[in-house]
């Protein structure tokens, strides 16, 4: 069994920023990549950002130059660093791994971040 616990989420004002942790646990092995997507209300999920295990990244546009995902690979854990935080970016951020050689993918639960002011 695979377990992805996000944590991080919150309300902010906007031009604030926030910090996204995940961390994979359980029976997961050989991880190809690690990335956060996200939910706003009426639309459907999207990338945000992803990075594999050799640290090549991708971002989606909305996102380039606020945004940095990370990872820790020895704990298995991915970040992400939001900053400059706009009110469309309010939506359910979920952590995404790749694993398995790529013949596995699991979900996290999601975490709710709010841009408000």
């Known amino acids: 069994q695979v377990q992805l616990v996000e944590s991080g989420g919150g309300l902010v004002q906007p031009g604030g920023s926030l910090r996204l942790s995940c961390a994979a646990s359980?029976?997961?092995?050989?991880?190809?990549?690690m990335g956060w997507y996200r939910q706003a209300p009426g639309k459907q999920r999207e990338l945000v950002a992803r990075?594999?295990?050799?640290?090549?990244?991708n971002y989606a546009d909305p996102v380039k130059g606020r945004f940095t995902i990370s990872r820790d690979n020895a704990k298995n854990m991915v970040y992400l660093q939001m900053n400059s935080l706009k009110p469309e970016d309010t939506a359910v951020y979920y952590c995404n791994v790749d694993w398995g050689y790529g013949s596995r993918e699991s979900w996290g639960q999601g975490t709710q971040v709010t841009v408000s002011s």
């Open positions: 359980g029976s997961i092995f050989s991880i190809i990549a």
């Open positions: 990075i594999t295990s050799g640290g090549s990244t």
